[in-house]
Structure formats: structure tokens, C-alpha cells
């Protein structure tokens, strides 16, 4: 399914469901800052075309990520010249990550046990911060869920008053996007992931969603196998090729 339309409506979703603090657009491409969390909110998206001279555009990225005091690094979704380029200037390849996707039925049950909210409340926010090893770059991630310009939803699940899971879905287009899947170590294996996903898939068909994605690394057999048990399939694979910045050499 990897088909260029797809793959560009699909990366557009993704934009959607978590927008970078700082986007320069340069010659087709998206430069993204977010003052360092996570990778796809500090990279350069190539997504659209371009008329300048690949070596020039990857000085101009350099010079911008070396003023923000962060590693330049580009989210590629093909085998390319950029991609060789990019090697050879000792970019790493890193983070191979699988885009799944689901064609939704008309309706969907949604669990009793998953709690929603249109906002990232008190009870999501706590949840997160105590799953997450990111926590010390929660104002950041406060910022970044305040910017998504679509609807969003935020699902926990909670015990005795304590959260012990979490995830959150945004639409885009037809398309609900499923992000931030998180369960504490001692409560997985009990269904919570499926019950969450199945939650946000139920909400984003009532927001007018047909189709649904979710990204997770390759290597993260757990995810995948759920993704599969809920019959999502592979539709394309990204990754990131990154170098250090001159303070981390």
C-alpha cells in the first residue's frame, strides 16, 4: 500500500496529530523544532518538491538546527538521493518505524472501562507523566497536544483512581490517528492496549473517521502483535537519519 498519495495523506495526518512548536517550510520541505521532544516534532520532512540543490538545503537545515542547539536530523520515507546523500555526509539510519493501517466498520462499541476527554486533562496529563519517560518535558508536550488544529480525544483508563494507561487519537481528514499508547509494567497483559485502542477507533468513527493509522517501531513486537490482532496492515515504513551536534561530539 505504499502508493505516494497515500504515504504523503498519511505523513499529513501525522503532522496533524502532533504540530511542532516552530516550522520553517524551505523550498517543499517542513523544518520542525519543538525544543528537542521527540524526534518527529525536531526533523525535516521532505514531503513536497523542491527546485534547489539537495547539498544546499542540507547546509540550510544544518546552520538552522545548530542555532537551536539541536541535532539535525530528517524523516525519510523511501530509499533516495537524499537518503544517499545523507549517508554519506554520516547521517545515521535510526528508528525504523511501521505505519499500520485499518479500514473502519460503520460503528464500534466503545469500552465502559475507558475514560475520554476532549482536552488533556488532570487525570490524562498524571497518567502520562508517571508512564512516560519524558516527563521532565511535560510543558513541552502541553504545548505541542494545545496545538493540534483538529479534533482530539484523550483515553485513560484508571484503577482504584490511579491511571495505569493512557493513549490519544486525532483526526485528520477521513483519518484517526492513534498516538502515545503507554500501560504500566504491572498492568499489561490484561487487555488494556486493545480496550484503548478499540476506544479511540470507536470515537474517531463518530468524529467521521473510515480509516484509522498508527505508527510503531519495528522492534516493538507487542505493539505490532496488537496492531495485528485488531487486523491493522502495513502500509509504509519511515525512519530518521540524524548527526550529533558539535557539543555531543
Known amino acids: 500500500m505504499d502508493r505516494p498519495d497515500t504515504i504523503l ?73 537524499l537518503d544517499e546523500l545523507l549517508a554519506a555526509r554520516g547521517y545515521q539510519r535510526d528508528a525504523e518505524t511501521v505505519v499500520q493501517v485499518l479500514e473502519l466498520p460503520t460503528a464500534l462499541p466503545r469500552p ?20 512516560s519517560d519524558r516527563a521532565p518535558l511535560a510543558g513541552i508536550v502541553e504545548a505541542l497536544l494545545q496545538a493540534i488544529p483538529t479534533p482530539r480525544v484523550y483515553a485513560t483508563i484508571q484503577h482504584d483512581g490511579e491511571g495505569v494507561a493512557c493513549g490519544r487519537a486525532a483526526m485528520s481528514g477521513d483519518w484517526v490517528g492513534l498516538f502515545d499508547l503507554l500501560v504500566a509494567p504491572n498492568w499489561r497483559r490484561r487487555g488494556f492496549g486493545k480496550e484503548l485502542t478499540r476506544a479511540r477507533l470507536s470515537w474517531g468513527i463518530q468524529q467521521g473517521a473510515r480509516r484509522a493509522f498508527a505508527q510503531v517501531m519495528d522492534q516493538n513486537a507487542a505493539a505490532r502483535q496488537l496492531q495485528a490482532s485488531l487486523e491493522f496492515v502495513e502500509a509504509y515504513r519511515y525512519w530518521y537519519r540524524s548527526v550529533k551536534t558539535p557539543r555531543e561530539r
Open 9 to 81: 495523506a498519511l505523513e499529513q495526518a501525522s503532522l496533524d496529530g502532533l504540530p511542532a512548536l516552530h516550522t520553517e517550510r524551505y523550498d517543499g520541505w517542513l523544518i520542525r523544532q519543538s525544543n528537542g521532544y521527540a524526534r518527529r516534532a525536531n526533523s525535516v520532512w521532505p514531503l513536497y518538491p523542491s527546485t534547489l540543490a539537495l547539498e544546499e538545503k542540507i547546509l540550510h537545515c544544518e546552520a538552522s538546527y545548530a542555532r537551536a542547539g539541536l541535532p539535525c536530523t530528517f524523516r525519510l520515507t523511501q530509499s533516495s538521493e
Open 112 to 131: 465502559d472501562i475507558v475514560e475520554l476527554a476532549s482536552k488533556p486533562d488532570g487525570a490524562w496529563m498524571t497518567t502520562w507523566q508517571t508512564l
